[in-house]
Every structure is written in structure tokens, then in C-alpha cells.
């Protein structure tokens, strides 16, 4: 299957900072999603990027599919962006995403 | 527009015991995917559903069965429960109706500890 990499594993941060996650992957993927999960488990929707840049206010995303990584960045962080950060991606291969270990987050006040 | 729904959201089992979870996709959502996610494993594809069918099957013993019935709503159901499927078990439903897989969008989960 696909390896997918997360980096850095953990980030702390004090509110008002800037911050970049990063994803690669060992094999081309058709679809890449970034998630966050929240304090009772469900994964949040972020971006889903297969190339290119989207911005959702202060979070946006970039995927360079030829390289195959994507970087999440996170501008003015808030306490409420603390949490638990994934990427996943899928091939060719029906339902099916590879998820990576994710970043935890966490934003002090 | 009602997102993915699970039930039930947490419950407790005993070894040897089966459990069955449920889960209701988006309205017009026909393929529907269940993911395990535990601390030592991360998140791991269980199966894919799609009119029906499974498509897809992760790499889980045959303890671990689902099925989809024709409104798209989809069952997993884990049978001789051992202690290390303790897990949140996360329901996706996804707009994709063939070729790879599209966007995602998860419930909130079912959390399952086995005692």
C-alpha cells in the first residue's frame, strides 16, 4: 500500500503563530484530504486538494502531485485549532485512503 | 444536509461477545467505507460498500463483516470480540460513485472497548 508521512509528529505553539504541516507520499495518489480531529474523534473535512492551492480563511493547502507532497498552513493560530492533524490520500483503489500518522497540534493561549 | 451518522457512540463489550455497529451515510451518498483507529495502528481501511457491494477489503481477520442495504445505511459487525479491537470505529461516505476514491466525510464515530 501507500506510505503516507507526517511531519513534524508533534508542534506546540503559542497563539498568533504561523505554522506548516507536511505530507508525503510514497506513491502517486488520485485524491488527497487534510482532516482535523476534533476532541471526540470525528474527522473534520480541511481541504480536499488533489494538486494545487486552496485557501479557507486562516487555513490553506498546496499539493504538488508530481512530488507527490502536500503542506497544510495554519496562519494566526488559535486554542482552537489544537488538535490532531491528518492527511490521507488514495490510489486507484475503490473507498480506500491511506492515512498518515498525523501531527498533533497543540496552541497555548 | 444531515451528515454521516453512527450509532451507537459508545459501547462496552466483553471477549468472546459480537458487536454490531451502524451507520447512515449523507443523503445521496452510495458508497460508504469503515476505517479502525487505534493509538498503536492509526487509521486503518476495514471495507468499502457501494449498491450493496463490497468493493474493497482491508487487511482485517473475517471476525471483522459488513453489509449495505439498498437505502445506502451500512452495518459492520465484529464477532468473538478480542481485547485489541478496542478501537473508534469511523463510518465515510463519499459521493463517488466509481473509479478511485472521491472526497470523504466521516461520522463521528463508535467507540468500542472490549473488556
Known amino acids: 500500500g501507500i506510505q503516507v508521512e507526517q511531519s513534524p509528529p508533534d508542534l506546540i505553539l503559542q497563539e498568533g503563530a504561523n505554522s506548516t504541516l507536511r505530507c508525503n507520499f510514497s506513491?502517486?495518489?488520485?485524491?488527497l484530504q487534510w482532516f482535523h480531529q476534533n476532541p471526540w474523534g470525528q474527522l473534520i473535512n480541511l481541504f480536499y486538494?488533489?494538486?494545487g492551492t486552496k485557501q479557507n480563511g486562516r487555513l490553506s493547502a498546496t499539493t504538488v502531485a508530481t512530488e507527490r507532497y502536500s503542506l497544510l498552513y495554519i496562519s494566526s493560530s488559535q486554542t482552537t485549532d489544537s488538535g490532531v492533524y491528518f492527511c490521507?490520500?488514495?490510489?486507484?483503489?475503490?473507498?480506500?485512503?491511506?492515512f498518515g500518522r498525523g501531527t498533533q497540534l497543540t496552541v497555548w493561549p | 444536509k444531515a451528515g454521516v451518522t453512527q450509532t451507537p457512540r459508545y459501547l462496552i463489550k466483553t471477549r468472546g461477545q459480537q458487536v454490531t455497529l451502524s451507520c447512515s451515510p449523507i443523503?445521496?451518498?452510495?458508497?460508504v467505507s469503515w476505517y479502525q483507529q487505534t493509538p498503536g495502528q492509526g487509521l486503518q481501511f476495514l471495507f468499502e460498500?457501494?449498491?450493496?457491494?463490497?468493493?474493497n477489503k482491508g487487511n482485517f481477520p473475517g471476525r471483522f463483516s459488513g453489509r449495505q442495504f439498498s437505502n445506502s445505511r451500512s452495518e459492520m459487525n465484529v464477532s468473538t470480540l478480542e481485547l485489541g479491537d478496542s478501537a473508534l470505529y469511523l463510518c465515510?461516505?463519499?459521493?463517488?460513485?466509481?473509479?478511485?476514491?472521491?472526497?470523504?466525510?466521516f461520522g463521528e464515530g463508535s467507540r468500542l472497548t472490549v473488556l
Open positions: 460498500y457501494f449498491s450493496e457491494t463490497q468493493r
Open positions: 486538494i488533489p494538486s
Open positions: 490521507a490520500g488514495g490510489g486507484s483503489t475503490l473507498g480506500r485512503l491511506y
Open positions: 465515510a461516505s463519499s459521493p463517488q460513485t466509481w473509479g478511485p476514491t472521491g472526497e470523504l466525510f
Open positions: 506513491d502517486s495518489v488520485n485524491n
Open positions: 443523503s445521496g451518498h452510495r458508497s
